[in-house]
């Protein structure tokens, strides 16, 4: 491994004990001159104020966290701070991102790391130049002190739910375009009119009346039950004498829960008697928001363990068993204490790929812990186990079991049957059940309620048992291939508006029911309907994108955008480059499989097409619209078949 030495670097934040500096930053959102996705570009240098040990100490002290970067060869210390980088960036969460370059300037190197969230990019990369610098002085720093506050960063940013970030992981795999709309608060599956637009579980294409219709739970209920399909007995109350006359009348133990909600919100189960019922419906009053009635349900609670049975598209795909939060006695230690311990085990790290969340104290695990004759402060006998919670709440330390495997026929096809009376492209049941493994038909089987926008991680990752894939059952309802959710592009590096909407009467001469979009850097088209010019030049891509009439996108991306901006999507069927800058050539490296690259320098043409290169000279009066005019009709089977 060699030593770096530069010179002439200048120092921007760099202190004057810092070996290192780093400076110029700038966020990229999709491709860029430095990696294929987006990325946060920086500036690397060495300040010559102090120096830094030999790379191979940097290595030693970083693969005591990271072992594996013990085996790679560093060239320089640039080398070795991103690639760094790009291990931190995964923040123990098993993130994504791992593609990183760097490319040696005069007096600094830029480093690129691919990136989702930028404040998160960007605390990261301090993070690991404060790492540096601690080893430079032969300072101690903890670099898992830094963690969790990274960590919270990304989930609450608009990637980190879980759900979200689960389908967004999968279709950056699968090759679906995927992308934000900041101002609609909604995420995009692919381009124009093979688009599907959504947060987390909910799409466009859902019923949005058969999506509210779920969180009316009394009328839910009722329909449920107007279909033969199992549901608890009970009432609706608007009062605790209401509530307390209802329960009698059922039966204790009952459950009490709001007519109007969602997410498991003040629901209580198991309520034993009178004054238990005063704080579930208590609870349950506080759930409702301030403009809508007390409207309470109290039906019977069922003996059992609570399921989630998911369909996606009508079609049964996972069931979970979700046990309350527990902790294990060593017979030493109080509850409070054993909570703290479990809550640091790393499935409990609570981001958004751990399979349990932190075990929550409040007022109701006080109140359940009092029932059994328990405290925070008591002391607990080795192994046994003592539940916290009458709830299985997942977000409250809950546990998650896959039963998947184990469902009996008949309640898949009371899940999917139930699943086909909605459109809703994912439906979660909940019921009570002894064992899903026997049939509904046979036992107390209790249909709890059902939810319009399940969470998935529960399924993908479970505590215990094996993973299913539901994100990939979602976005296969939608696309079945990658290229199921592309519409042709056509990606120019220089095109004026003349020449611009010649290419548009051209192909609407073919195609005249096609809806063609269509920017250069002087405006904006819609077929050779001029529209707004945008002064940020990716929205003029992003809103053409989303219009879900498009067929066809062109594009012209000049070396002034792609520094400044970047591109807004990656990989074209048709990349035309007339006279290209070196940066330009970057419309040439991302490219589709069996897409066709035009490119013209001076008067020699060369055509790279299903991984054959021809090449010629422009005769001295023939334009060069007349070479890829020839080829937009091959570039998709869309220019043969409207799907």
């Known amino acids: ?10 120092r921007v934040n760099a202190r004057k004990t810092d070996a290192f500096d780093i400076f110029n ?32 100490d940097y290595v030693s002290i970083i693969g005591d966290r990271y072992p594996h970067l013990r085996d790679e060869t560093y060239e320089s210390y640039a080398q070795l701070f991103a690639r760094t980088v790009s291990e931190v960036g995964k923040l123990d969460m098993g993130l994504h991102l791992k593609h990183w370059s760097i490319k040696q300037l005069p007096a600094c190197t830029k480093i690129a790391v691919e990136s989702l969230h930028a404040r998160t990019s960007r605390a990261v990369v301090y993070s690991v130049w404060d790492w540096f610098e601690a080893i430079a002085q032969g300072k101690d720093f903890r670099i898992d002190d830094q963690f969790k506050a990274m960590q919270d960063q990304f989930r609450y940013s608009v990637y980190g739910g879980p759900t979200v970030y689960a389908l967004w992981r999968t279709a950056y795999e699968k090759g679906i375009p995927v992308f934000y709309l900041w101002d609609e608060g909604l995420v995009q599956y692919g381009y124009g009119r093979k688009q599907i637009r959504g947060i987390a579980t909910t799409f466009d294409c859902d019923s949005h009346l058969d999506s509210d219709f779920t969180t009316r739970k009394d009328d839910c209920k009722a329909f449920l039950g107007t279909l033969g399909f199992p549901v608890p007995k009970g009432d609706i109350v608007a009062s605790l004498e209401d509530a307390r006359a209802a329960a009698r009348e059922i039966g204790y133990p009952v459950a009490v829960k709001p007519v109007v909600g969602h997410k498991g919100i003040g629901v209580t189960a198991d309520v034993q008697d009178s004054e238990e019922l005063k704080y579930a419906f208590s609870r349950a009053v506080n759930a409702i928001p301030k403009e ?11 003996k059992g363990s609570d399921f989630r049975m998911l369909c996606v598209n009508g079609r049964f795909v996972a069931a979970t068993e979700r046990r309350a939060a527990s902790v294990v006695g060593d017979g030493h230690s109080t509850i ?3 909570i703290e311990q479990e809550n640091r085990k790393p499935d409990r790290i609570d981001t958004p790929t751990s399979p349990m969340g932190k075990i929550q104290c409040d007022e109701a695990m006080e109140m359940y812990l009092e029932e059994q004759g328990l405290g925070l402060d008591s002391v607990i006998e080795s192994d046994r186990t003592v539940y916290l919670r009458k709830v299985a709440n997942l977000s409250a330390g809950g546990l998650s079991i896959d039963k998947t495997s184990t469902v009996h026929p008949d309640n898949i096809i009371l ?24 049939s509904w038909k046979d036992g107390e089987f209790g249909i709890i309620e059902i939810n319009a926008a399940p969470g998935i991680y529960m399924h993908l990752r479970p505590a215990v048992g094996d993973s299913v894939d539901v994100p990939s059952h979602i976005l296969e309802t939608f696309f079945d291939s990658a290229e199921k959710a592309r519409i042709p592009f056509i990606t120019f590096n220089r095109i004026s508006v003349q020449e611009l909407q010649e290419v548009i009467d051209d192909i609407l001469m073919q195609h ?18 001029q529209k707004n010019l945008n ?8 809103n053409l994108l989303r219009n879900p009439q498009l067929d066809l996108l062109i594009v012209e991306y000049t070396e002034d955008v792609l520094e400044a901006d970047g591109m807004f999507y990656y990989g074209s069927n048709l990349v035309i480059l007339d006279n290209p800058t070196e940066t330009e050539m970057m419309l040439a490296r991302d490219i589709l499989h069996d897409s066709t690259v035009v490119i013209k320098e001076g008067d020699t043409i060369s055509i790279r097409s299903h991984g054959l290169l021809e090449q010629y000279q ?3 009066a023939e334009p060069f619209s007349r070479v890829y005019l020839k080829e937009i009709p091959k570039i998709s089977p869309e220019f043969e078949v409207r799907h």
């Not at 491994?1 to 200048?10: G, L």
């Not at 850097?521 to 309907?529: E, H, L, P, T």
């Not at 002064?535 to 992003?542: A, C």
């Open 1 to 10: 491994m060699s030593r770096e030495i530069m010179t002439d670097a200048v």
């Open 25 to 56: 930053f700038k966020h990229y959102m999709g491709p860029n001159p430095y990696l294929q996705t987006g990325a946060l570009i920086f500036d690397f240098a060495l300040t010559e104020s102090a120096q830094p040990p030999a790379i191979s």
């Open 292 to 302: 809508q009635p007390v409207r309470i349900i109290v039906e019977k609670s069922y």
């Open 336 to 338: 409070a204490e054993l």
């Open 415 to 438: 899940a999917q049957d139930i699943a086909q009376h909605f459109r809703l492209t994912c439906l979660g049941i909940d019921v009570i059940a002894q064992d899903l493994s026997k």
């Open 512 to 529: 005249p029911d096609w809806t063609i979009g269509a920017v250069c850097r002087d405006g904006v088209f819609v077929n050779r309907s």
């Open 535 to 542: 002064k940020d030049y990716n929205s003029n891509v992003q």
């Open 618 to 620: 422009l005769g001295s």
